[in-house]
């Protein structure tokens, strides 16, 4: 697999329009049988695009792996019942990082969207210059 370094402009730029596309996926004009889950789709997207740009020369799979494990223990980390944690789930800002409630489809929506992510980056984004490929 040759070596990755992304624009982390371009990606930083990806993570703010998938904010969007998440407060946007918050409205009426999204299908009831997919608003549940878009949300979690979405956030997990989100989180491979701020990966991506953190952490600019992991792999894809890697990027991918990471997302995976940050979303599985934010929403792991739903069932813990720690007075401080609960403090700051109350809060608008806890609520959109941390979520309020753990829920197994959860744990689909995150693995769906961070594949998302995946895939956007590898054959969309590839013919851009939003990442750049290095000999090895």
Same mark, same amino acid.
């Given at each position: 697999?040759?070596?990755? *370094?992304?624009? !982390?402009?371009?990606? &930083? %730029?990806? &993570?703010?329009?998938? #904010? ?11 299908? /009831? ?15 491979? &695009?701020? +990966?991506?740009?953190? %952490?600019? !020369?992991?792999?894809?799979? $890697? ?8 979303? @599985?223990?934010? /929403? ?6 720690? $007075?401080?944690?609960?403090? +700051? ?9 941390? $979520?309020?409630? &753990?829920?197994?489809?959860?744990? #689909? ?11 956007? *980056?590898? @054959?969309? %984004? !590839?013919?851009?210059?939003? #990442? ?5």
């Amino acid at each position: 697999m040759p070596m990755v *370094e992304r624009n !982390r402009y371009h990606y &930083f %730029l990806l &993570f703010l329009m998938t #904010i969007a596309a998440g407060l946007f996926s918050r409205t009426s004009y999204i299908p /009831e049988i997919i608003y549940p889950y878009i949300g979690d789709a979405l956030y997990a997207v989100m989180i491979y &695009f701020l +990966i991506g740009c953190c %952490l600019a !020369r992991l792999s894809s799979l $890697g990027v991918l792996l990471f997302t995976i494990a940050i979303c @599985f223990t934010i /929403e792991m980390s739903q069932l813990l019942n720690v $007075g401080w944690l609960n403090t +700051i789930r109350q809060t608008i800002p806890g609520k959109l990082v941390l $979520g309020q409630g &753990f829920l197994w489809s959860d744990l #689909i929506a995150y693995t769906f969207g961070a594949l998302i992510g995946f895939l956007l *980056e590898s @054959f969309l %984004l !590839r013919n851009t210059k939003a #990442i750049h490929h290095k000999n090895p």
